[in-house]
């Protein structure tokens, strides 16, 4: 294996960060700082959704439960929505597919996994679907807003060539893939060569905090029904997705089409969240009805 190089720039923000690693060894044994990043995503969500349950006068226990029920099926729900649009790739070698240390998760695959679960652990419990799905959603948008920092690290989730404020320079040996277009636009700097990118897993993870403090200052306290703050998290994140997905260089393609898959489900989740939401108010306010906890 080539060793690291571990420069990464931010060359019209004059910024040069060196040493940045992928892993960290403990007795012998590497953890990637992705993996550490996600776990720690999921206790930072787990945090947020146990606060918003305790403010709204639910069992914050009831978070800590779900959340253990769906780690697993999370990580293999990614993994399997990876597997399938990269069908190529493991085709002929199916023992790949397992090999999870070496990369492919895939957010959307993990959040469907989720919520059949949350569908599972409600139907259990005889709890209120919706109004647990709003209390996640703060948490959900925390753990994707530090995964992708995890990205960061993994120097991966990024866009094509530019030359934009925010461009970021990678060095080739270090990306974990690369595109024709991004080679021939290569530079050379001390020595060492780099392609140029836009680093979309900055936009996704700036985008979602954006959804994340609308919720948090503003629609959790003006919400009209059980589901409302799914349906902006949908709407929100949805409409971001679609926008970022499409300068990304490592889409997951519908079948042999060049349609990203995760585009296609980022817009048809958004629309779907703004039209309930404009629906259900419209009928509330024509009934005169108003929220009740």
Same mark, same amino acid.
């Given at each position: 294996?080539?060793?690291?190089?571990?420069?990464?720039?931010?060359?019209?923000?004059?910024?040069?960060?060196?040493?940045?690693?992928?892993?960290?060894?403990?007795?012998?044994?590497?953890?990637?700082?992705?993996?550490?990043?996600?776990?720690?995503?999921?206790?930072?969500?787990?945090?947020?959704?146990?606060?918003?349950?305790?403010?709204?006068?639910?069992?914050?226990?009831?978070?800590?439960?779900?959340?253990?029920?769906?780690?697993?099926?999370?990580?293999?729900?990614?993994?399997?929505?990876? @597997?399938?649009?990269?069908?190529?790739?493991?085709?002929?070698?199916?023992?790949?597919?397992?090999?999870?240390?070496?990369?492919?998760?895939?957010?959307?695959?993990?959040?469907?996994?989720?919520?059949?679960?949350?569908?599972?652990?409600?139907?259990?419990?005889?709890?209120?679907?919706?109004?647990?799905?709003?209390?996640?959603?703060?948490?959900?948008?925390?753990?994707?807003?530090?995964?992708?920092?995890?990205?960061?690290?993994?120097?991966?989730?990024?866009?094509?060539?530019?030359?934009?404020?925010?461009?970021?320079?990678?060095?080739?040996?270090?990306?974990?893939?690369?595109?024709?277009?991004?080679?021939?636009?290569?530079?050379?700097?001390?020595?060492?060569?780099?392609?140029? @990118?836009?680093?979309?897993?900055?936009?996704?993870?700036?985008?979602?905090?954006?959804?994340?403090?609308?919720?948090?200052?503003?629609?959790?306290?003006?919400?009209?029904?059980?589901?409302?703050?799914?349906?902006?998290?949908?709407?929100?994140?949805?409409?971001?997705?679609?926008?970022?997905?499409?300068?990304?260089?490592?889409?997951?393609?519908?079948?042999?089409?060049?349609?990203?898959?995760?585009?296609?489900?980022?817009?048809?989740?958004?629309?779907?969240?703004?039209?309930?939401?404009?629906?259900?108010?419209?009928?509330?306010?024509?009934?005169?009805?108003?929220?009740?906890?």
């Amino acid at each position: 294996m080539n060793q690291l190089i571990g420069t990464i720039r931010f060359p019209n923000l004059n910024i040069v960060l060196e040493h940045v690693g992928k892993e960290i060894t403990i007795l012998g044994f590497s953890i990637h700082f992705y993996g550490i990043i996600i776990a720690l995503g999921f206790l930072a969500g787990l945090a947020m959704a146990m606060h918003e349950a305790k403010r709204t006068e639910q069992n914050p226990e009831d978070y800590l439960d779900y959340m253990l029920w769906m780690v697993i099926p999370a990580i293999i729900g990614a993994r399997l929505y990876y @597997v399938i649009f990269s069908w190529e790739d493991y085709k002929d070698n199916l023992l790949s597919i397992f090999a999870v240390r070496q990369g492919g998760l895939a957010i959307y695959g993990g959040v469907i996994a989720a919520v059949l679960v949350l569908i599972i652990f409600c139907k259990i419990r005889r709890k209120s679907f919706f109004l647990m799905a709003d209390t996640m959603v703060m948490g959900l948008l925390i753990g994707q807003i530090m995964g992708r920092w995890g990205n960061f690290f993994n120097r991966e989730a990024f866009g094509g060539y530019t030359d934009g404020l925010f461009a970021m320079q990678i060095p080739i040996a270090d990306a974990s893939y690369t595109t024709p277009e991004l080679l021939q636009k290569a530079v050379t700097i001390g020595g060492i060569d780099y392609i140029q @990118v836009q680093p979309t897993f900055l936009y996704e993870g700036l985008w979602n905090l954006a959804v994340l403090l609308l919720i948090f200052f503003f629609w959790r306290k003006k919400k009209k029904f059980d589901g409302e703050l799914l349906c902006v998290y949908l709407a929100g994140y949805g409409l971001g997705r679609c926008w970022i997905e499409g300068m990304r260089t490592d889409q997951l393609l519908l079948g042999s089409t060049s349609i990203p898959v995760s585009q296609v489900l980022a817009g048809v989740l958004a629309i779907i969240g703004i039209s309930v939401i404009v629906v259900k108010r419209i009928r509330m306010r024509k009934t005169g009805l108003s929220f009740r906890k």
